[in-house]
């Protein structure tokens, strides 16, 4: 059976393409779907890339995945740095949970530096843009495989 990736996306980021272009770039989170639904076919993943500003929303989908997926990949965008509840979430899913930022948080401002999120991440990914979000598809193909 075809093994699912929810690729979950936080605030602001349905503004990709828009937002930001020389931190975020020029490509929308349509093309980013896009890219990771062909590889996925490749690599024999069913993706299925959703956004929300909310957060409740993004934690009612974590808990969905719970059942329906067998790995996270997620950019919480400014949640990243503030949600223990985002934290919490995570820590319910069984399967491996990979971390994505377009943009290098290091080297941003300090309160980026922090990440709740990879309190519970297998992985973190943050610097490579949109290509994270690939990159991150490939190590779960590897992760399946194991
Ligand atoms: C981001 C980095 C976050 O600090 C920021 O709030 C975002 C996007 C990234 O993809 O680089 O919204 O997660």
Redesign the pocket.
Known sequence: MTKRVSILN????NLLGQRQPEI?GYETLDDIAARCAALGQELGLDTLLRQSNYEGQIIDWIHEARQSSFGIII????F??TSVAILDALNTFDGPVLE????N?HK?EAF?HHSYVSLRADGVI?GFGTQGYELALRRMATLVEK
């Open positions: 936080g605030p602001n980021l975020y950019n919480p965008g400014a990243t740095h994505v930022h377009i943009s948080v941003r980026r943050a």
